[in-house]
């Protein structure tokens, strides 16, 4: 059983920062692919970032190029998402996704953190 928790989302004016955390239990994340997705009201689910923790691949969607980071820490089995010059259209919940590697679906998901950015 492999579980994802993500913490560190709330409420940030228009151009400030902020770092989400997603804590991997259960397995060994050091293969698997972590990314973050994220889904604003009334929207569909888009992706926003990935890094393989093998080879320390970055996959970036344009939206977000620039602006936001992803990080990871093995050892703690944990990868960071920082956000930084935040926009209003950024607000969304944010889910953390693991995907093994050989696979071509993210099988692991966490229960989201919310993000919201006042302008």
């Known amino acids: 059983q492999v579980q994802l928790v993500e913490s560190g989302g709330g409420l940030v004016q228009a151009g400030g920062s902020l770092r989400l955390s997603c804590a991997a239990s259960g397995r060994t994340f050091s293969s698997y692919t972590m990314g973050w997705f994220r889904q604003a009201p009334g929207k569909e689910r888009e992706f926003v970032i990935a890094i393989s923790w093998r080879g320390g691949t970055t996959y970036y969607a344009d939206s977000v190029k620039g602006r936001f980071t992803i990080s990871r820490d093995n050892a703690k089995n944990t990868v960071y998402l920082q956000m930084n010059s935040l926009k209003p259209e950024d607000t969304a919940v944010y889910y953390c996704?693991?995907?093994?590697?050989?696979?071509?679906?993210?099988?692991?998901w966490g229960q989201g953190t919310q993000v919201t950015v006042s302008s």
């Open positions: 996704a693991a995907r093994v590697a050989g696979e071509n679906e993210y099988a692991y």
